[in-house]
């Protein structure tokens, strides 16, 4: 057994140790290291490898008080997911399904069901503005018949800005 699964999987945000043993070569932000205690027990510790800099895996957090002789093994945690082979990846079945579920909403807000708004040619967004002062007054408009306080912008980059927020609050609610 070794000890400090759980402080390693809360510390790293695992759901559980990683499977993928380090190559002894490539460089990793962050990894899972069993060191060996003074004691002959197992432990698990947090450890990083910069090719570039370092001449072996350093240990940046361990969990006891007790020293440790020498590095048993190093697993390696996967600093981005590849959601296009995860039966391939190195996770337990639940942490399968888990992703593949995350997989699948991630797919589901990217989907083509969403209509994509269109921006006008005109700067101000709505035709029957050609100028910051009537782009002003209809900012005032709006935001008088929609309840919203606040200051009106005065520069012409906040009031595009504005204009911009109105146009597509109201592209929303059309398509309601």
């Known amino acids: 057994m070794i000890n400090f699964e759980k402080e390693i999987c809360d510390y790293l945000s695992l759901p559980a140790i990683p499977l993928k043993e380090w190559n002894g070569k490539e460089s990793f ?63 337990d079945e639940q942490s399968k399904e888990a992703a593949q579920r995350i997989v699948d909403e991630a797919n589901e807000l990217t989907n083509d069901d969403y209509d994509k708004i269109t921006l006008p040619d005109n700067e101000y967004f709505f035709d029957n503005i050609h100028n910051d002062d009537e782009a002003i007054a209809f900012i005032t408009s709006y935001n008088k018949e929609n309840g919203i306080k606040g200051a009106i912008p005065s520069k012409h980059d906040t009031i595009v800005l504005r204009l911009g927020v109105i146009y597509s609050d109201l592209n929303k609610k059309n398509k309601k």
């Open 29 to 91: 932000k962050d990894g899972v290291a069993v060191v060996e205690l003074s004691l002959g027990e197992l432990a698990y510790a947090v450890c990083t490898f910069d090719a570039q800099k370092d001449k072996e895996p350093r240990i940046k957090k361990v969990f006891t008080q007790i020293p440790f002789t020498h590095v048993a093994s190093i697993l390696v945690v996967p600093s981005y997911m590849d959601t296009k082979d995860i039966d391939d990846a190195d996770l």
